[in-house]
């Protein structure tokens, strides 16, 4: 490429970058004006970051077998959104499941053994001793047990997230003050009460911690599933075949789906969280 | 500690009976088969059960199976052998080492730049956490094939894949440790007029050591997860991932297990080294409890 175009580059970072600056010195903090300028920052900055790619890839002249640009990344999913639509929703079935009855159970769990001391002291440090550990291991085995398709994708998903959700719905439910749980008392509130009116609320904020944890291993989880065996569609079958058959720009535009679902997800608890714990001070204190 | 380790430990053990009790139920449709084909179908009960427990390729192997194996694989085999978990383990150890060493650095000089930039703060950190929720492990292939092809093997693309899991935890941990100082104390700094480099020097960075290490913790454990997965799609360095995968392969679930049980092993290890270096250091800074 030549000098000029490298020095257009370099303006288009330059500018970006005061233009940033700008809305994060002077810009409006209040109201939708104050909303839309962060989103705009991180949007903005994602974007000379795309563009830099482009232009490296292309300037460069990198091998799409490499690193393709992203115009041709977009290019290939707009191509075949059938397939990647077939893979989104094959790699769903698994998680959706396993994410419902690992978080699920974890939660039900955490409530049975809240009455029984020596459970939680028995099983959380066994809880947070499995949280650290590298538990999507457990993928070839659960694809042996449970099959090719979704129902051992959804196992790994359960496996991992039953945990760190039994350890944040147990520390959650521990989260009342004595001043809560006495007036509870002294309304004679059943335990059955006390748990619903009382507990159980004061721990959505770390129950909601939890599941966004949990919304990032369970895509870990169904994905790497699929490269231990899998009918011919999946969103982690499609990446390792599609690395063997070195056709990158395949991968890279199922990394993009992956990506994008992963986020809409936890925009999904996000989201939740905050229309659930609007009580919460870390929502309270916000710019409304 | 007798009274704290009773719980655990009684668990542990309902934990191991019930793996047996599901050994038997997993594994009693092989065994009818065995026998069958054995010609002594009217075995009496404490065969079968026995022989549920002792199956060369069962659903479910028994731990007493699982511990024979690591015991074979860690005591009976040179180290340096190809059959050895022990070599295994260290191989994945070392590329989660190095993989937590750069992501812990990466992920330290983020927080510095983002606690210190308010425009970095608003436009990077965003995607900092978006990185998060790219499942990176889809990527992990990818890296691998990336790096093969301007010639960067061995070692390094494993460990930037265990980088890439870890230094998100540090990251954020240490962007709000390095802010938790206590306002009082920073006003102080501001009237000896210390300058920046000194207020990050000698308030900051000790005010945010336990977030430091709490994200470590999670940081190094990450890596490992990183690590395992990495080796499963460049399993021909071997490692523990390639264990599990050579495992899933050949049928081999006492294989698979016992690797499972080393990663757990390793991954426990790393957190409690980790525990005891925060210990050592937050004692000579006065905040060990």
Sequence with gaps: ?????????????????????????????????????????????????????????????????????????????????????????????????????????????????????????????????????????????????????????????????????????????????????????????????????????????????????????????????????TPIVGMGFRISAEVGRMNIDTVWATVAVAALSGSLLYGLVALAERRMTFWHPSFRGRRS | MATRATPVVVVVLAVLAAWYVAAVAMNADLQRQAFDTAGTADAAWPDFVAGTWSQAHPRLPAPHQIAGEIGRSVFAVAPTSKRSLVYHAGITLEATALGFLLGGLFGFGLSLLVVHAPSLDRGLMPWIVASQTVPIVALAPMIVVILAQVSVTGLLPKAVIAAYLSFFPVAVGMAKGLRSSDPLHVDLMRTYSASRPQVLRLLRLPASLPFLFASLKVGVAASLVGTVVAEVTKSEDGGLGARLLAGSYYGQTVQIWAALLVAALCGAGLVGLVSGVERLVLGRFGGGR
Excluded: H
């Excluded at chain 1, 094959?90 to 499941?97: D, I, N, R």
């Design chain 1, 1 to 229: 490429m030549s000098g000029l175009a490298w020095l257009g580059c370099a303006a288009v970072w330059l500018a970006a970058w005061g233009l940033v600056e700008l809305i994060v010195r002077r810009g409006p903090r209040r109201g939708f004006a104050g909303r839309a300028a962060a989103v705009a920052v991180p949007l903005i900055f994602g974007a000379t970051v795309l563009f830099w790619w482009e232009a490296l890839v292309r300037g460069f002249a990198v091998p799409a077998v490499i690193l393709p640009p992203p115009s041709a990344i977009a290019a290939r999913i707009v191509a075949s959104p059938a397939m990647l639509a077939a893979d989104f929703a094959q790699t769903m079935k698994g998680l959706a499941a396993g994410y419902l009855i690992g978080c699920g159970g974890g939660i039900l769990v955490a409530v049975a053994i809240d009455r029984v001391p020596f459970l939680q002291r028995g099983l959380l440090p066994l809880g947070t001793l499995v949280s650290a550990l590298p538990v999507v291991g457990v993928a070839p085995i659960m694809v042996m047990w449970f099959g090719f398709d979704w129902p051992s994708k959804a196992a790994v998903v359960a496996a991992m997230t039953f945990f760190p959700m039994l350890v944040n719905c147990n520390a959650g439910l521990g989260a009342t003050t004595a001043l809560d749980r006495d007036l509870m008392s002294t309304y004679a509130a059943s335990y059955a009460a006390t748990l619903c009116k009382l507990r159980l609320p004061a721990a959505l904020p770390f129950v909601f911690n939890g599941l966004k944890i949990c919304t990032t291993l369970a895509l870990i989880g169904a994905i790497v599933a699929e490269f231990f065996g």
